[in-house]
C-alpha cells in the first residue's frame, strides 16, 4: 500500500468509508499513515443505533470533532425508550436531547443526507439548526398512541 500514489488511496478510502463508520475505524487501526490518509473520510458516513453509540458518539465529537461527516443515520429503539411513562424518561429525554444537539450541531454544516428513525418527535423538533447542504432528510418515527374509537 506504501506504494499506491495518495491520490488513488483517497479515491480508495472515500468509496471505502460509506459504511455507517466502520470501514474508516477500521482503516485507522491498520497504521499511522494510514490512519492520516483515512482521517478525511473517516466520518463521512456514519450510523448511531441506540444510545450508547449516540452517547459515545457524542462524547468523541466533542473531544475530536470530524471536519465532514456527509451521512447520518441515527435510531433510538422504542423499547428501549417508551416516551408514555414515569420521571426517569423525561430525564433520559433531556439527556438524548443533548447528545442529538451535539451531534447535529457539529454534522449540521456539512450534512447531504440525515435519517432519523425510531426518535420520539418531542426529542428531535427543538433543534434550530442551519442545514445549508442538506439533500435529503427523513424521520421515520409513528409515535405510540392508543386504539382508535370507533368512528375515527
Known amino acids: ?55 459515545a458518539f457524542a462524547e468523541l465529537i466533542t473531544l475530536t470533532p470530524p471536519t465532514s461527516i456527509q451521512h447520518l443515520f441515527l435510531s433510538i429503539d422504542l423499547p428501549f425508550f417508551d416516551m408514555t411513562t414515569s420521571e426517569t424518561n423525561e430525564r433520559l429525554s433531556d439527556v438524548l436531547k443533548g447528545w442529538f444537539r451535539t451531534i447535529l450541531s457539529v454534522a449540521a454544516p456539512t450534512l447531504l443526507t440525515l435519517f432519523v428513525h425510531k426518535i420520539p418527535t418531542p426529542i428531535i423538533n427543538m433543534f434550530e439548526l442551519h442545514f445549508p447542504l442538506l439533500l435529503d432528510l427523513s424521520v421515520d418515527y409513528l409515535p405510540y398512541s392508543e386504539s382508535p374509537t370507533k368512528g375515527d
Open 1 to 55: 500500500m506504501d506504494r499506491l500514489p495518495t491520490e488513488l488511496l483517497f479515491d480508495v478510502f472515500s468509496l471505502a468509508c460509506t459504511d455507517g463508520g466502520y470501514t474508516g475505524c477500521s482503516l485507522s487501526l491498520v497504521s499511522h499513515s494510514v490512519r492520516e490518509m483515512a482521517l478525511p473520510f473517516r466520518y463521512r458516513s456514519i450510523s448511531l443505533v441506540g444510545p450508547r453509540r449516540v452517547q
